[in-house]
């Protein structure tokens, strides 16, 4: 389905899914405010919500309650955006794209199963929130620009996490509670008043942790395992 929308456009859709049916969403929106929610319960679930250039202050949210998932929100050029996805149980599997736009806010929630995570921001003064929990989990973060920041949080079980920021004074902050592996790489500049931070906190026997900082001025780096 197609929505063409030129200001404060809501659209609401529920999929109830039933043993052997797959239901799927897609929304290419165009216009100013627009506010995209899916909701999904039962079998195979698949999502996809696209909301266009010029799209100011839209936001977009998919829940998926149980079986195969897969969720997608890209946000072109937005600014003021939010766009969320949660998914619980079973397969699991994400991807958030926000480009271009500015103060774009972005948050993503998976528990149990076999989880997945791609999360890209470019623009300025972004956020992300990737909170995973149970079984095998995954995350990577991309984000180009300024003053952005990213706040993973992983429990229980393999856990890999990566960040890449490229731009000036930006925060990347992980947490893992299992089989850790984390890499966090920032390559923007920092200042003495504002510095590029990069945390990782682990706290099981055997955990990886890898952060690299290349940018010019302030840069700031902590790792604790314990």
Same mark, same amino acid.
């Given at each position: 389905m197609r929505v063409n929308s030129q200001s404060f456009c809501t659209v609401l859709i529920i999929n109830l899914c039933f043993s052997g049916l797959v239901f799927g969403s897609s929304q290419d929106l165009n216009g100013s405010s627009a506010d995209?929610?899916?909701?999904?319960?039962?079998?195979?679930?698949?999502?996809?919500?696209?909301?266009?250039?010029?799209?100011?202050?839209?936001?977009?949210?998919i829940t998926q309650d149980g079986s195969e998932n897969y969720a997608v929100v890209i946000q072109d050029a937005s600014k003021g955006s939010i766009a969320t996805i949660e998914q619980s149980g079973?397969?699991?599997?994400?991807l958030i794209k926000q480009s271009s736009g500015n103060h774009n806010h972005a948050a993503?929630?998976?528990?149990?199963?076999? *989880?997945?995570?791609?999360?890209? +921001? %470019? =623009?300025?003064?972004? /956020?992300?929130?990737?909170? !995973?929990?149970? $079984?095998? *989990?995954t995350v990577r973060v991309? +984000? %180009? =620009?300024?003053?952005? /920041?990213?706040?993973?949080? !992983?429990?229980? $079980?393999?856990n890999i996490s990566e960040v890449t920021q490229s731009g000036a004074w930006n925060i990347g902050s992980i947490t893992q509670t299992g089989s850790g592996f984390s890499a966090v790489k920032q390559t923007g500049i920092g200042s003495s008043d504002w510095v590029n931070s990069a945390t990782i906190v682990q706290s099981t026997v055997g955990d990886v942790a890898i952060i690299t900082q290349t940018g010019l001025g302030g840069n700031r780096a902590s790792i604790t395992q314990r």
């Open positions: 995209t929610r899916v909701y999904q319960g039962g079998d195979f679930n698949s999502s996809s919500i696209y909301q266009a250039r010029d799209s100011a202050e839209a936001s977009a949210a079973n397969s699991h599997s994400a993503l929630f998976q528990f149990d199963s076999d *989880n997945a995570a791609d999360l890209t +921001q %470019s =623009g300025l003064y972004g /956020s992300a929130v990737v909170n !995973q929990r149970g $079984t095998s *989990n991309i +984000q %180009s =620009g300024e003053n952005n /920041s990213v706040d993973i949080d !992983q429990g229980n $079980t393999l």
